[in-house]
């Protein structure tokens, strides 16, 4: 980015002008018109409607439950508080912006991932710094997020997806749930990396603590994997995610419900490498809605 910057200096000072101004100002209004809302803009709406809607359940999670998990599905009035990127730092401190709308919740859905211990990302920062509060942002180095963003928007790479990316365009429902669309790769993945980051491992922890004191029954879902997602992690990894799980549910107020290896999804009912369609991810909701009316007629 500095090169770039640099080079265009030297190329004249009002085409770096012009530059800069059309990447601040035209190009995230074109962005938005061919891909839809913007990641700041998703933000804002998604903790809007989780201020002003009614619901006792709470979907927690990264991206693959964002789009994967329709609350319209559920029995309990549910909301859809996910988003891309999130762990369990970004949506401990969810439940505490819930908490402090006067919202009672009585259960959550927490989504799990076999790489999510390992993610801790400051890429949303310019957005959640101004809902979760300077506790949150205290686990991060010092940054002015805001000015970064901007400094983002000049990445020539936005002009590159301007241009030559041609994703479906994408939208939000009222009822906090991303639609994703797309068609999938049956070679492309991406890299994943399995790693525990203790900070992670804690918020996990502090989520279910939290539910615990608040009487509120926690369903761990993992979603469906395809078959060249799951083979990224070895047996050993596995192994050391199960243990954090089978550590953490008692099968009372803490569930798991596991759809990773499920037979009922294969690479047709995903838009990429590993988020589900819209029909799975109707599927899926229905398909937790089961389980967690199961264990309330034990």
């Known amino acids: 980015m500095k090169e770039f910057i640099i080079k265009t200096i030297k190329f004249g000072i009002v085409p770096a002008i012009f530059y800069v101004l059309f990447c601040l100002f035209a190009v995230p209004k074109l962005l938005e018109a061919k891909m839809g809302p913007n990641i700041q803009q998703q933000l804002q709406f998604s903790f809007q409607k989780a201020k002003e809607r009614e619901y006792q359940q ?27 990127n999130d762990s369990y730092n970004q949506l401990y401190y969810k439940l505490l912006y819930v908490e402090k709308q006067g919202k009672k919740v009585n259960s959550v859905v927490l989504g799990v991932d076999y790489f999510q211990f390992g993610i801790f990302s400051d890429t949303r920062n310019y957005v959640y710094g101004d809902f979760l509060g300077t506790d949150y942002l205290k686990d991060y180095k010092p940054k002015n997020y805001k000015i970064w963003y901007y400094v983002d928007l000049l990445h020539p790479s936005k002009i590159r997806k301007l241009i030559f990316d041609d994703k479906e365009k994408h939208g939000l429902k009222e009822n906090g749930q991303y639609i994703r669309l797309g068609t999938p790769e049956k070679e492309g993945f991406e890299k994943r990396e399995f790693k525990i980051d203790e900070r992670q491992l804690m918020y996990f922890n502090k989520i279910l603590q939290y539910c615990k004191e608040k009487s509120i029954t926690v369903y761990l879902a993992m979603p469906p994997l395809r078959d060249v997602e799951y083979k990224l992690y070895t047996k050993n990894e596995l192994e050391q995610f199960d243990e954090i799980i089978q550590n953490a549910v008692d099968n009372k107020t803490v569930f798991f419900f596991d759809f990773s290896r499920s037979p009922d999804y294969n690479v047709n009912d995903f838009i990429d490498f590993t988020h589900l369609n819209q029909i799975a991810a109707d599927r899926f909701s229905k398909a937790v809605n089961e389980l967690i009316n199961q264990t309330k007629n034990k």
């Open 58 to 84: 709470l979907v927690l999670g990264n991206s693959r439950m964002f789009c994967g998990v329709n609350p319209d599905l559920f029995s309990t009035k549910t909301f859809n508080f996910s988003h891309n």
